[in-house]
């Protein structure tokens, strides 16, 4: 018996598989620290500390000197406080 070289092409071969293109990056611009305090208007008035080792988020207004916390995660960052901040003072209004 005779075989036939390994490397010749046999007309049942398998076709050659595409490259598959790399993944997207992922946008991962940064996110505001200063905020709009919903109280007296003004704009980047609000800053927030994130006390990681309180699990504790504050933010207070430069200008009204209003306050506000809320406990965060360590998935938490400056905006999920602001949001809980605003989402609290519409509870309040209802």
Same mark, same amino acid.
């Given at each position: 018996?005779? *075989?036939?070289? $390994? ?8 076709? #050659?598989? #595409?490259? #598959?293109?790399?993944?997207? =990056? #992922? ?6 620290? &200063? *905020?709009? /305090?919903?109280? !007296? @208007?003004? %704009? =980047? ?5 994130? +006390?990681?080792?309180? @699990?504790?988020?504050?933010?207070? /207004?430069?200008? !009204?000197? %209003? +306050? *506000? &916390? ?6 938490? +960052? ?9 989402? $609290? /003072? %519409?509870? $309040?209004? &209802?």
């Amino acid at each position: 018996l005779i *075989f036939p070289p $390994a490397n010749s092409h046999s007309p049942m071969g398998r076709r #050659k598989s #595409k490259r #598959k293109p790399p993944p997207k =990056k #992922k946008m991962t611009g940064n996110l505001d620290t &200063q *905020f709009t /305090c919903p109280f !007296c @208007n003004h %704009e =980047k008035s609000c800053d927030v500390k994130m +006390e990681r080792t309180r @699990n504790t988020g504050i933010i207070s /207004c430069s200008v !009204c000197l %209003e +306050e *506000f &916390q809320t406990p965060i995660t360590y998935l938490s +960052e400056p905006v999920d406080v602001y949001s809980d901040w605003i989402d $609290a /003072c %519409e509870a $309040a209004n &209802q």
